[in-house]
Nanobody, 115 residues
Framework: QVQLVESGGGLVQPGGSLRLSCAAS????????MGWYRQAPGKERELVAI???????KYADSVKGRFTFARENTENTVFLWMNKLKPEDTAVYYC?????????WGQGTQVTVSS
């Protein structure tokens, strides 16, 4: 059994920065396709950043140049550094991964960008 726990969300002003973390716990064998997603009110969940199968990173066009995604394999943790935040970045942010062929989701962390 694997759990993912996000942290680091909060309220920030437009143009500000925030760092999100996602830590895996439990019986972790191998996590694949680990990434970040977000869902705004009334919107569908969308991909923010993810590792491709060749371990390169893919970012949504809306966050390219502003967000940085990194993985710490030794601690089964991924980070999302969010810079130059915009009101449209407001959403619940989720981390997700595949573990032994099954999709695992965290509970989400709220990010609100407002003045």
């Amino acid at each position: 059994q694997v759990q993912l726990v996000e942290s680091g969300g909060g309220l920030v002003q437009p143009g500000g920065s925030l760092r999100l973390s996602c830590a895996a716990s439990g019986t972790v064998i191998r996590l694949n396709a680990m990434g970040w997603y977000r869902q705004a009110p009334g919107k569908e969940r969308e991909l923010v950043a993810i590792f491709n199968t060749d371990r390169t990173k893919k970012y949504a066009d809306s966050v390219k140049g502003r967000f940085t995604f990194a993985r710490e394999n030794t601690e089964n943790t991924v980070f999302l550094w969010m810079n130059k935040l915009k009101p449209e970045d407001t959403a619940v942010y989720y981390c997700g991964a595949e573990h032994l062929g099954r999709q695992v989701w965290g509970q989400g962390t709220q990010v609100t960008v407002s003045s």
